[in-house]
């Protein structure tokens, strides 16, 4: 293998689900890639495939790696740490054998590879060993504000990203201080996020969205949402406009 | 022109600046759009628009509107405020001519148009008189940490992103918080963030990024960088990892 030249990982974000809001150059390289990788939960189709599915190739090598257990654990739990670290080992080491082998590996993305991606797990086990090429997707979040209709920030308005996985104190630190707020993971978080809301008095403000740009979209107030279960992946935003000074 | 249907506003996002990272539903819109309108700097071609050139029809209306004063004027000012109030009326008087008379209008937007976008000004002053419709796109600081090869985000970081307007207090405090942090709206600025950084003890992990994407991009560690004169639209980025928990 010392003399074979090696394949190219390239990271290709999609975008956030509307598979018409993945760029050109993802497209490009989806149709090109003799291996198309992917992460998907156990006997899903995977979320990511189904975005991509118009540009992969008829005679493509697919890889799907299947998570051994759900993203709502809390990953600092030991148990899923153990699991899910033999999990990436091993996906790495199957990409590795098709870039060792000379063959380019398209891995799937949603959103952008380097905001909150899985992605990151592949990268920091690959890229000392192999060429690695980041193709940038529109993040969840945008395609979340976009979807509600609600300009996100306006001139000099601070934003600040927060993972509802934050203690309820942290969260209302940081909704004090943001103009705009951007608040991810809410799933089983949704009651400690109100809370959090309420104490920084942006409650009235926040907006719930859920498959921002997909079928089955869902946006509402967070204050008409009621008392109901929520995915993960949902997102609330708090939309600025402090900065809204030229009217 | 009460029985004639109105046109769509589309206001179309771009990315970041490399034509190829503009999205499928971008193309297709600019491919069909009998107006195409964006804003420029007075003399130029105008950067939005040089990105979109692939993909505008021939027969295109094109209505270019360009800025009366330069964007590194502190939007505080009076003198700026009335000229630029001014110049958005017309812009938009404009835009809702080809809307009345039943023409879609393409408006051209750099970044994702809901995020810090000029196309804001004329969202809120024709949105409630005609259909408006938004597509996002990569915004300009994914693309510079994409550029950078900087993951900007693991697991449970909190991200602040920050206009270098603020006073130097302000984003000191901001900067001592945030796991990662993104600083747009450099130029002048430069000096006042290079002591926040210090002051907050972040500026030896602080990353310059010129021009992301794009010919003439420049990443550079800001330590390295040197006492120069810097663009309004470079942005400083401050890489997290403290969510990056299962390495």
Request: with cysteine.
């Amino acid at each position: 293998m010392s003399d074979m030249k090696s394949g190219t990982l390239f990271g290709v974000g999609l975008g956030p689900g509307d598979p018409e809001l993945m760029t050109l150059k993802a497209a490009r390289v989806l149709s090109t890639a003799p291996v198309v990788a992917h992460f998907r939960k156990s006997g899903r189709a995977g979320h990511a495939r189904t975005i991509a599915s118009a540009h992969i190739r008829a005679d493509v090598i697919e890889a799907a790696f299947e998570y051994p257990v759900t993203t709502e654990i809390d990953f600092r739990e030991d148990g899923y740490v153990s699991a899910i670290r033999a999990f990436y080992e091993e996906s790495a080491a199957s990409i590795a054998a098709h870039l060792q082998g000379g063959r380019d590996v398209a891995l799937l993305c949603e959103g952008d590879p380097f905001f909150y991606g899985s992605f990151l797990h592949m990268y920091d086990r690959i890229k000392t060993a192999h060429p690695v090429s980041v193709i940038p997707g529109i993040t969840g979040m945008s395609g979340c504000w976009t979807a509600a209709n609600a300009p996100i920030t306006y001139g000099d308005d601070v934003m600040t990203v927060l993972p509802g996985t934050l203690d309820k104190e942290a969260l209302v630190k940081h909704l004090a201080q943001a103009d705009a707020a951007v608040i991810m993971k809410v799933g089983h978080n949704i009651e400690k996020i109100k809370e959090a809301l309420r104490a920084a008095s942006r409650f009235d403000d926040a907006i719930y969205v859920e498959r921002g740009t997909m079928p089955g979209e869902h946006v509402a107030r967070l204050s008409e949402l009621g008392e109901c279960a929520v995915p993960y992946f949902s997102i609330i935003l708090l939309p600025g406009g402090r900065g809204r000074r030229i009217a």
